[in-house]
C-alpha cells in the first residue's frame, strides 16, 4: 500500500525487466585491467509522491507532483568493493544517460538519484545482513555513506553486536547514517500483474537497431581521444566528462591542420601534430576553461577556427606566452580574430635576430656585474640578462632568440 501514490499501489516492471544481465566496467586503482559491475536488470516503475512528516508526528503531508511519473531504475550486483567504487560506477552511468540524451542525470534536481545496499561478506564468503541508504542527493553523499556504513558494520560485528535489517538515512552535517525505519521483506510488496498494461516483447532485429543508433559513448570517446590525439589521461578526462569542451577540442583539433599549412591528417599523428594537439589541449583546458568559469557561462563566443589559429601562431613563436593569454582574454569578451588583435594591441612576438641583436648589445653594455658574473659560471646572471632584455623588447622579443644571442655575444 502506498499512501503517496493517488490510486494506492506501484506499477513496477521488477518480475519483467526489459534488460538484464549487463556489465559496466569502472578504473581499477590496483590493476589495468578496469572493473566490472554486473547489473542485474534495469526496469520502468512509477515514480511515488514524497511524504512529509509533522515534527509532532501528528499528522503528514503528501506532494503529489511526482507521483506516476515514469522513471528507470538500475539494479547491480554486489560487486563494489568501497565507496570509491560507487562513484565511479554512479558518474560514469551519469555520464551514459547524457551522452545518449536520456537525462541531463542533475541530482540536484532530482532527475537521477542513487540508493544504496550494504552488507559485509561472512568469513564463508557469505553476505551478511543488508542494510539499505535512501534519499542520498549526490555521488559524494553515496560514497561518503558507504565507507562509513562499512565501518559502523564491522565495529558492531567485531563487538559483538548484530547488524539490523533496516533503513538509514544520511546527515551530511555530521557525516554518518541514522536509523530511519525496520526493512519489509519481499513478501510485503505483494507483487500482482498490472491488467491495464500489455506485454512487451523486442526482436532481435529491434534491439540491433536501437544498438546502432547509439551514439559514441564515454569509453569509447576516452579510447579514441587516446589514439587519435596522443592525449595525456587527464586531458582525455576531461573532455570527456565536459562533452561541449571536448566538442570544440576536436573542432579546433581539425582546424590546426589547415592553419598550420597541412592539409591531411596523419595515422597515427606525427610527432610535430602531436605537439600542435597538446598545445591546444593545454590552452583549451587551462586559458579558455578559466575564463569559461568566471564569466559563469558554457557558451563560447571564440570560432573553433579562431582558436586553432591562434594555437598555430603561439606553436610558430608569433606571439609570446603572455600576449596568448591577452589575445585570449580580448577573444572571448569579443569573438574577434586573433590577427586583428594581435595587430591592434601590437603583441607580436620578434624572432628575428638582426630586430633583437641592438637590443641584446644596449643590455650587455648597460650591466657589466651581471655579465661578468654570467663569465664566472652564475647561470642565475644569464637569466637576469634575459629578462631586461624582454623589459627592452616591451615583452615582444622572444625569449629562446635573446638567450642566444646572449651567450654568443658574451662566448
Known sequence: FYPDLPKGYQISQYQKPLCQNGVLEIPNPKSQIPKRIHITRIHLEEDAGRLQHDPSGEFSLVDYNRAGVPLMELVTEPDFTNGQDVRAFAEEYQLILKYIGTSDADMEKGLMRVEVNISLTKADGSYGTPVEIKNLNSISAAASSVDYEIERQ???????????????????????????????????????PEPDLPPLHFEDTDIEIIRKSLPELPQQRRDRFKTQYNLPEADTELFTAD??????F?????????????????????????????????????????????????NIKITPESFADLVVRIFHKQVSSSGAQMVLEEMFKTGVSPEHIIKEKDLGQVSDSDALDAIVDAVISANPKPVEDYKKGKEASLKFLIGMAMRESKGKGNPQVLEELIKQKLS
Not at 243 to 248: A, E, I, P, R
Open 154 to 192: 564491522r565495529k558492531l560485528l567485531e563487538g559483538g553486536g548484530e547488524v539490523t535489517k533496516e533503513t538509514r538515512g544520511w546527515d551530511e552535517n555530521k557525516k554518518a547514517t541514522f536509523s530511519q525505519r525496520s526493512k519489509e521483506e519481499a513478501h510485503d510488496y505483494r507483487y500482482f
Open 243 to 248: 562533452k561541449t569542451l571536448g566538442n570544440f
Open 250 to 298: 576536436e573542432h579546433v583539433a581539425s582546424e590546426l591542420l589547415s592553419f598550420d599549412k597541412l592539409d591531411h591528417l596523419e595515422r597515427p599523428a606525427s610527432e610535430h601534430q602531436q605537439r600542435l594537439y597538446k598545445l591546444a589541449s593545454n590552452y583549451t583546458i587551462t586559458e579558455l576553461q578559466k575564463h569559461r568559469m568566471a564569466s559563469g557561462s558554457g
